[in-house]
Structure formats: structure tokens, C-alpha cells
């Protein structure tokens, strides 16, 4: 009778399966295992605890491994060693663990970043600016095992102002407070943004559709031109309704206020004359 039952059991359901792969290895978490071997790609393949011994179950991608610069994966885990890494993301496909050990490598980088929130309120000092956003070394922040500090900005976090380029909105060695609102150990830092702590100008722009106010020109594109018509808020006038008009930068213009979208934070701009 019992080897009837069995064989008329079921087959476990690869869905249900796969639904509890998912919830053992939620992202964030910090697993352990022992290098089983490299892939074709230079990935590190892991046999994660406690998984089946049949087969890796974990990959450590390349670009993940460590902080440091390095030519072959070998050069950094032997197969046999005993890592201890973050899972970033589970394969639906195949239920393959991604794993980063980057993210674990610096304990004190670690253990700052887990122990900061959402929300928080940060301060420090910008120590580095470059096109693509400011890195800032917070106050109470360890070393940073690769970037200049653990704070990072993005260009749109700056400043509801427009800007060309960050260094328009701070410089290296300005003190800058700011509100966090990523905690990223995949890239070991803490996003903040100025902007969270900063009035937004819409919402004292008092001039309304039909209005003649006049501003200095902010930029001018091949399409037009934009006016501050508030403190920061800023109106295209398109370059049909200039007529020819050679407009400069810096320039004081008045316009009339054709349409105002809150929503999308656009105002359409026409010359007053």
C-alpha cells in the first residue's frame, strides 16, 4: 500500500517550487557558501549552505567579486574557500542565486550602510565632482574601500535650478546637507539628494496664464529659449514665436505666460510685444 501512495504521488509543482526558491533567498540577505568554480565569463560559481550539493547554485558576477582591480577571479577566491556574499537577485528561469561579495567585503562599509534609513538626514563634505553626479564624504562614513565617499548625488538631486553641469550647483570641499534616499550596498553607497530639503519654486510661482512678467533668459536651444519667470522656475518661449528675435543668455525678457502645466512642471512662454 505505501509503495501504491508513492507512486501515485504528485509531481511538485515548478511554480510552487520555484515561489519557495524566491522566499529563501530574498534580496539583501547575506548567505554563505564555499567556491565551487569559475564561469566561461570570469563569474565565481558558488555551492551555497545548505542548497543541494548536486551543483553551484550561486554565481558571483565578475564585476561583484571584490573592490579591488584584478586580472582572473583566481587571483581573488581558490575553489574550496569559504565567501560570504549578498544576494542581489534570483534567476526565475533557473533559480540561480546572484550573489555580490563586493557588497560584504568592507565590514565597516557594510555595517554603516545597513545601519543607515530612508529618510535620514545627512551631512558632509563634497569630494568630488564629475558629469555624471558629486560624490560627498558624510560625516561618520568609514573609508571607502573605491569612490571618494560613500554619499553620492545625482545630477537631478542637485537643485531645482536648471544647470549645465554639477559644478554649477557645489564645488570640492563644500559642506552640504542632505536627505537620503537610497541605501545601495550593490553599489556601496548612500544616495542623497539636496534637492528633498529644498523649497520647490512651483510652488511659490503666483503668476498665472495671461500674465506679463519679465526675466533673464536661463539657455538658449535650438528650439527656443528658456526664461525664469520665478525663483527657479523656468517658461520656453519656442523660437516660432521669436520672429527672428536674437536672444542671448543673461538677457531680460518679457513674456506673457501662455500655459502653465503643473503637472508635467511646463510653462509655455510667448514675447510680450
Known amino acids: 500500500m505505501p509503495r501504491l501512495a508513492a507512486m501515485t504521488e504528485p509531481a511538485p509543482d515548478p511554480l510552487e517550487l520555484l515561489r519557495e526558491r524566491?522566499?529563501?533567498?530574498?534580496?539583501?540577505?547575506?548567505r554563505t557558501g564555499t567556491v565551487a568554480g569559475f564561469g566561461e565569463r570570469g563569474d565565481v560559481l558558488v555551492q551555497l549552505d545548505g542548497d543541494d550539493p548536486q551543483a553551484p547554485t550561486g554565481t558571483i558576477p565578475r564585476h561583484l567579486l571584490t573592490w579591488a582591480a584584478f586580472e582572473d577571479p583566481g587571483e581573488v577566491v581558490s575553489i574550496g574557500q569559504r565567501i560570504t556574499a549578498e544576494v542581489s537577485g534570483v534567476d526565475e528561469r533557473t533559480g540561480e542565486v546572484a550573489l555580490s561579495a563586493r557588497?560584504?567585503?568592507?565590514?565597516?562599509?557594510?555595517?554603516?550602510?545597513?545601519?543607515t534609513r530612508r529618510g535620514d538626514v545627512v551631512t558632509g563634505t563634497v569630494a568630488a565632482v564629475h558629469n555624471f553626479g558629486v560624490f560627498v564624504r558624510l560625516d561618520g562614513e568609514p573609508a571607502h574601500p573605491a569612490y571618494p565617499g560613500t554619499g553620492f548625488i545625482r545630477v537631478p538631486d542637485l537643485t531645482w535650478s536648471r544647470i549645465d553641469h554639477p559644478g554649477d550647483a557645489v564645488r570640492p570641499g563644500q559642506r552640504v546637507t542632505g536627505e537620503v534616499v537610497i541605501i545601495d550596498t550593490y553599489q556601496g553607497e548612500v544616495v542623497v539628494s539636496l534637492k528633498a530639503l529644498q523649497e520647490d519654486p512651483w510652488d511659490r510661482l503666483i503668476a498665472g496664464t495671461g500674465d506679463v512678467v519679465a526675466g533673464p533668459v536661463t539657455k538658449v536651444v535650438p528650439f527656443g529659449v528658456f526664461v525664469r519667470v520665478g525663483e527657479a522656475a523656468?517658461?520656453?518661449v519656442h523660437e516660432s514665436d521669436l520672429d527672428g528675435q536674437v536672444v542671448s543668455e543673461g538677457q531680460e525678457l518679457a513674456v506673457r505666460i501662455v500655459e502653465i502645466d503643473r503637472v508635467l512642471r511646463r510653462i509655455r512662454l510667448a514675447p510680450a510685444g
Open 234 to 236: 523656468e517658461g520656453l
Open 22 to 30: 524566491l522566499a529563501a533567498f530574498p534580496d539583501g540577505e547575506v
Open 103 to 115: 557588497a560584504c567585503e568592507d565590514e565597516a562599509l557594510y555595517r554603516y550602510l545597513r545601519r
